[in-house]
């Protein structure tokens, strides 16, 4: 098939050329954007006086006649035309004729390429930013059922303070929440028209790239034309976002995993959303978090991946940006699929309230032992020594901090009183943090409130 542009060429494109440099293979994705884009451009030159108004008229009924076609599956795309900016074209004129050797005209792909990413992103950016709310709402269901429920909340892995489940909930919604805002903080960039900055330098007709701003929905434009054209900034920073919200899910799976596991034993899993062993008949495998988990990986690789693509190019188009596809599109499916993946895990989750609040006593109520002393006027630091003795000496009794009797505890200070056995329940220690953003139960009602409200659950 001869290439559109064939005509400084004296001889064919070599086989594995055509094979190593193609996108069709991936960039079809971008089929619809493609004729979006197309038929803004096209106006865009009718308004310019380069194109009659019947001539846009059939230019348009030909794009809108070949859209038809690729969403119904009957688009026959061909590699030799390497990219589907090319296909798309040739297609055109196939059937329109010279008329359709037209549309090209004021434009170069390296300004098309990032019109069809930019109007991907927004449209996808705005599907994360969906599935980010619904899991949102989902931490915040979890939470609202869970203030009661008073578990260890664990530092180094090891049993740490008393904090109240919803607490825990509502910290990874707040996670969330920033990974939100740095969507739609990168959407403003994304939201910028690059088209009418032609191969690098612009354009020699007048086109009105307000006008195609305004047609394709963009709320400004790239304003230099070398920029326009160099720039894959907004995939980079986009795949930044994804990378980090892909850290939080893998670190929710993460404890969700360890809870589940006979040891801990927190949580269950529903069954529909976990695996068996082919060979171990108990085993009930949480692959779905895991999945979520180590699909951070990608995430991370795309990011890696378009930065070190980016890195040393010569201003400014150069083929390797075509190098930006397959990170964008997968890290958009990863993510999307990890999300869902999430929520219904949240959804589907139960709560072994009674596991949870067995492991919250003991030693982790020993920092509020600490702190009794230092309200009677003990130095803190010495108060930590004195309370990790009692540790040491609780150990090596083999007792647990609930045991001991007010006179060994005064074999360690006189300060000890009858009232410093009402610290022995984790519920009392959880409720002595009222600091804001703490773990009591105003603070944690509170903040519950505030992320009722701003979800738009207010009237859960
Ligand atoms: N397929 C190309 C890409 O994704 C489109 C832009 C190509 N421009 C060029 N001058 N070859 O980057």
């Known amino acids: 098939m001869e290439k559109p542009w064939s005509g400084r060429f004296s001889e064919e494109t070599d086989e594995f050329v055509e094979e ?6 991936f960039d079809r994705e971008l089929a619809l954007e493609d004729i979006e884009q197309d038929i803004a451009h096209v106006k865009t030159l009718q308004k310019a006086g380069v194109l009659t108004e019947e001539e846009a008229q059939r230019i348009i009924e030909a794009l809108e006649g070949i859209r038809k076609d690729i969403e119904g599956g009957r688009f026959e795309w061909r590699r030799s035309l390497e ?18 050797g037209k549309l090209h005209t004021g434009r170069s792909r390296n300004d098309q390429i990032t019109t069809d990413e930019r109007l991907y992103l927004k449209r996808e950016i705005g599907s994360l930013i969906h599935l980010l709310k619904e899991l949102r709402k989902s931490l915040v269901r979890l939470a609202q059922n869970t203030v009661d429920v008073v578990l260890p909340a664990y530092t180094h892995l090891q049993r740490a303070q008393p904090i109240r489940l919803a607490h825990y909930f509502l910290s990874f919604r707040e996670a969330f929440l920033k990974d939100t805002e740095r969507f739609l903080d990168c959407y403003r960039r994304v939201d910028e028209l690059t088209l009418g900055s032609g191969a690098v330098a612009g354009v020699d007709f007048p086109l009105d790239r307000h006008h195609t701003a305004e047609l394709l929905g963009f709320n400004k434009l790239v304003r230099n034309s070398v920029y326009a054209t160099a720039d894959r900034d907004f995939i980079a920073e986009f ?7 892909g850290m939080h899910l893998s670190r929710l799976s993460e404890d969700l995993i360890i809870w589940a596991s006979e040891e801990f034993g927190y949580v269950d899993l529903p069954d529909k959303l976990c695996t068996g062993s082919s060979i171990m008949p108990q085993k009930k495998n949480p692959d779905l978090l ?3 988990r180590g699909k951070t990986g990608r995430l991370y690789g795309n990011l890696i991946s378009i930065l070190t693509t980016l890195k040393g190019l010569p201003t400014a188009y150069n083929r390797d940006l075509q190098e930006d596809k397959e990170p964008l599109f997968d890290s958009v499916r990863t993510l999307k699929g990890s999300l869902i993946g999430m929520r219904k895990i949240l959804e589907g989750l139960k709560v072994r309230e009674q596991r949870m609040v067995s492991n919250a006593g003991n030693f982790v109520l020993i920092t509020d032992v600490a702190n009794y002393l230092v309200q009677k006027g003990v130095p803190f630091r010495k108060a930590h020594h004195v309370t990790g003795s009692i540790v040491g000496y609780l150990i090596e009794k083999g007792k647990r901090l609930e045991e001991i009797t007010l006179q060994e505890l005064k074999s360690f200070s006189e300060l000890f009183e009858e009232d410093v056995f009402e610290l022995f329940k984790p519920e009392v220690v959880a409720d002595r943090r009222k600091t804001y953003g703490g773990t009591s139960k105003e603070e944690v009602f509170r903040m519950l409130e505030v992320a009722k409200r701003e979800e738009g659950l207010s009237q859960m």
Not at 20 to 25: A, D
């Open 83 to 100: 990219d589907v900016h090319m296909n798309i074209e040739a297609e055109l004129i196939k059937r329109l004729g010279d008329l359709g």
């Open 239 to 245: 795949l930044f976002a994804c990378a980090l919200t």
């Open 20 to 25: 190593f440099t193609e996108s069709i293979s």
């Open 290 to 292: 895991e999945l979520i």
